[in-house]
């Protein structure tokens, strides 16, 4: 199993060395991103919170997005970019980091295939990406989805 401190470590001191905050909607990860920021001590100078976007009643009632701004099929980048925007406008960060995909076994239910998620980092920087690792393990690919997105929140952050 990876270790959350290691995962958050350089992304969590450049954001307290700047002065950034960083809320954090994601969905298929089951709260391993907030965990992995939230580990270093001192966190909460830079993590306001977030949430697990795991149903359609946690996205109403968390992020407060309307049903129709919902893909209508799968995890896309542009519902990830949406995800995070509304995270970041409801706790006022620098940064909106938002994950959403299918870990596996199987698919999810709508229509993404094992392995898929779609990441998004809004702010100063803005940027989506899709990963798709090809495999069926669950937890393997929720620890592949975490340094994805902790990468690209560095990544923006660094920039």
């Known amino acids: 199993m990876p270790d959350l401190i290691t995962l ?3 992304v969590g001191e450049l954001l307290k060395d700047s002065g950034q905050t960083v809320a954090v909607a994601e969905s298929s990860t089951g709260g391993l991103i907030s965990a992995a920021l939230l580990s270093l001590p001192g966190a909460s100078a ?3 919170g977030g949430g697990v976007i795991y149903t359609r009643q946690a996205r109403a009632g968390l992020l407060m997005m309307p049903e129709s701004e919902v893909a209508v099929r799968g995890s896309t980048e542009s519902y990830a970019l949406n995800m995070a925007r509304l995270i ?3 706790l006022n ?3 909106g980091l938002a994950e959403s995909g299918a870990t596996g076994p199987s698919g999810n239910r709508y229509g993404d295939a ?3 998620s779609c990441m998004a980092i809004v702010g100063p ?3 989506a990406i899709t990963i798709e690792t090809g495999q ?3 937890e393997a690919n929720m620890w592949a989805f975490t340094r994805a997105a902790l ?3 560095e990544e923006a952050v660094r920039r």
């Open 8 to 10: 958050g470590r350089s």
């Open 125 to 127: 920087v803005e940027k």
């Open 136 to 138: 069926a393990d669950r």
């Open 88 to 90: 970041q406008a409801r």
């Open 46 to 48: 830079y993590f306001v």
């Open 93 to 95: 960060t620098t940064w």
């Open 114 to 116: 094992a392995g898929h």
């Open 151 to 153: 990468t690209l929140l």
